[in-house]
Structures are given as structure tokens and as C-alpha cells.
């Protein structure tokens, strides 16, 4: 792991130890996962079964939906309600928020900045219950909703077994984060950064996103080979990590309701796609894409701070919540 004086980029994890060492490899990881959440808040995962064929399939997929016409993506709309967070988002659309504390209350700063991007997002196939997926004419692409099912099932397991691995390295029961899993309320998007005109990013016209954190008990990013991820820094506020793209990882982050679950003791950090390269006879900056699934705990359930994490010299730092209450009020702040 990089020391605080030199480190350039953010800790890789192998997790191969967890799949195939048994249960001191199991404890090893975890340990090792926990560890980088307190002082970064972000890492690589490697060797964490989810195959390179599977991960290119679905970035090929994504590049089919977005080269679609935007009427033919107009097909599935997302809702007005920020929290049904299903569908198609056009660009400039959502717009990243980030919360802030003032006194003792939660607020959300937000910015009129645009984000230059597109998205596409489905949630569990298996539980339309509250929030359906939508999806594009089966005639306008053919299979896709297959192909995004399947994969979003692929991220369901592995983060399984990433709250595995962090119960272990909090010295808790291997099971006790999958209590509060068992709806698998999680998030599969897709994302597209189109050529950007540099003088507006430059200028703060436009941003790829903004800094900001994720909502929910973590984020499973794969990221493709253009770049532009960065990471705030663990010890120097506003100074951000590139965290660039290695081949079949991936990036794995805590989120704002974990570390408020932790009562502050793991990390959700700041983040921020910046812009790419760019051409330097057009000055358009280069095409991106990734692939984000966030886990989130089921909505009913209702968290208060962990053991382990408060006592006499360390109050608890929040009230009790359900995830429900939690995402709402602040993806209701994105749209």
C-alpha cells in the first residue's frame, strides 16, 4: 500500500484469498478491505470473479444503447422522481449533489453546473415491487435487456461477498451485512461522457462530474481505458489521486450510508471524473464510458451506528434511519 507521503493513485485488494484461501484468507481480505475503507475510502479488487469476457460484454452493450437515436432511447424515460432511478437520463439531466453538515443538520449543496453525461439504470429484475424497470424496444436492440439482467446478477453475487468480507474485517458475523441485503435493492448504470468541447470544461461550463460521494453501502465501478477518475486525497483536503484504469479491476468505494452506519469510522471520499485527453486539432476531449452498481441496504431496514464503532469517548454521531428514508431525500436532490 502506498505510504501517506508518496502514494499516487488509490490501494489494490486481491481478493483471490477470500474466494479460494479459506477462512484465514477470508479474514486476511477483509482486514485488508476495512483497513483501506478507514484511510481512503477507495480501492482495486482484483481476481474478484467476475470474468474479463463478461466485463467487456457489457461496455459493448453500453456503446450499442447510446450510439442508439435519441428518440429510440426516449423510449424509457426516467421518471420525474429523482429516487425512481430507472431508465434513460439525456445529458444534463442529473447533476451530481454532495451532502454537508451545518449545524448538526444534513443539507445538499448543489451546483448549476452541468454534467456532461448520459445514463441508463435498472434495479433488481426479480423485484419490480416499488420501482419497475424500463426498458428500450426490444426491436431497437435486440437482447440488451437480457445482457443487463445477467450482468447485474453477476455484480449481486460478488457483492455479496464483498459484505462478506467486511463484516470479517469489522469483526463482525460473515453473514450480518447480508441481513440487511436480502432485497438486493442494488443499482446497475451505465454511463456515457460524449466528446466535450474543451474551452467549456476548462471554463466550468460544463463537468464531466463534479466531487461528490455515493449514497448508498458501496459502489462496484468498472471504468474503461480513457480515464479521468480521481480520488480525494486521505490527507490533503481538495488534492485528488488519479485512479486510472487497470485492466479486469474493479473499483470499489464506500458509501455515505455505510460510513454513516459506521458512525464515520470507514470512509466514503470524494470523487470526480475529470475531463480526458483531448484532440488537439478538434479540441473535443475524448469519448468514456463506465459502468457503475451501487449496493444498497434493503429499504425498510433500519440502521443505527454498528458495534464497535461508538463508546464513551466516541458518542454516536447520528440518529437511527432506514436505507429507504436515506436515498430518497438524497436522490430526490438530483434530479
Given at each position: 500500500?502506498p ?11 486481491d481478493?483471490?484469498?477470500f474466494?479460494n484461501?479459506?477462512?484465514e484468507g477470508?479474514?486476511r481480505?477483509g ?6 475503507m478507514?484511510?481512503?475510502g ?6 474478484h ?7 467487456d ?7 450499442k444503447?447510446f450510439a442508439?437515436p ?16 430507472r431508465?434513460?437520463s ?14 448538526g443538520e ?8 452541468p454534467?456532461?453525461?448520459e445514463?441508463?439504470?435498472?434495479g ?5 415491487s416499488v420501482?419497475k ?7 431497437d436492440i435486440?437482447?440488451?435487456?437480457n ?5 447485474w ?18 469483526n ?15 443499482q446497475l448504470r ?8 474543451e474551452?467549456?470544461?476548462k ?8 466531487a461528490?460521494?455515493?449514497?448508498g453501502t458501496?459502489?462496484m465501478l ?7 477518475l ?9 488534492v485528488?489521486l ?5 485492466k479486469?479491476?474493479i473499483?470499489m468505494n ?5 460510513q ?7 470512509k466514503?471520499?470524494l470523487h470526480r471524473?475529470t475531463?480526458p ?9 475524448k469519448v ?7 449496493v444498497c441496504?434493503?429499504?425498510?431496514k ?10 464513551d469517548?466516541?458518542p ?5 434511519i ?5 436515498l430518497?431525500?438524497r436522490?430526490n436532490?438530483?434530479?
Open positions: 500500500m505510504s501517506k507521503e508518496t502514494e499516487s493513485s488509490v490501494p489494490i485488494v481478493f483471490a484469498p474466494l484461501g479459506g477462512q477470508k479474514v481480505v482486514k485488508q478491505m476495512v483497513s483501506v478507514k484511510e481512503y477507495f480501492m482495486y479488487i482484483t481476481n470473479g467476475i470474468l474479463q469476457k463478461d466485463q460484454a457489457i461496455f459493448e452493450w453500453s456503446k444503447f442508439m435519441t428518440e429510440n432511447k426516449m423510449k424509457c424515460p426516467h421518471p420525474p422522481l429523482g429516487s425512481y432511478h431508465g434513460y439525456s445529458l444534463g439531466k442529473e447533476k451530481a449533489s454532495q451532502a454537508i453538515f451545518m449545524d444534513e443539507r445538499i449543496k448543489t451546483e448549476n453546473v454534467d456532461i453525461k445514463s441508463f439504470d435498472i433488481n429484475p426479480e423485484d419490480n420501482y424497470n424500463l426498458w428500450p424496444d426490444a426491436q435486440p437482447e440488451f435487456q445482457s443487463m439482467e445477467q450482468y446478477a453477476k455484480c449481486n453475487v460478488t457483492s455479496k461477498l464483498f459484505l462478506r468480507a467486511i463484516a470479517l474485517g469489522m463482525l458475523e460473515e453473514e450480518f451485512f447480508l441481513d440487511y441485503h436480502k432485497k438486493s435493492e442494488n451505465l454511463l456515457h461522457y460524449p466528446p466535450t468541447d474551452a467549456n470544461l471554463t466550468g461550463k460544463a463537468e464531466r462530474i463534479g461528490h460521494t455515493d449514497f458501496l459502489t468498472l471504468q474503461d481505458e480513457c480515464g479521468g480521481q480520488v480525494e486525497h486521505p490527507y490533503q483536503k481538495g485528488f488519479p485512479a486510472p484504469y487497470i479486469g479491476s473499483v464506500t458509501g455515505d450510508f455505510l454513516r452506519w459506521s458512525n464515520d469510522t470507514l466514503s471520499t471524473v475531463a485527453p483531448v484532440n488537439s486539432e478538434t479540441g473535443i476531449s468514456r464510458y463506465s459502468i457503475p452498481y451501487f441496504a434493503d429499504a425498510d433500519v440502521i443505527d451506528a454498528l458495534e464497535g464503532t461508538y463508546g469517548m466516541v454516536k454521531k447520528y440518529e437511527p432506514t436505507s429507504g428514508e436515506y430518497t431525500m436522490l436532490a438530483t434530479y
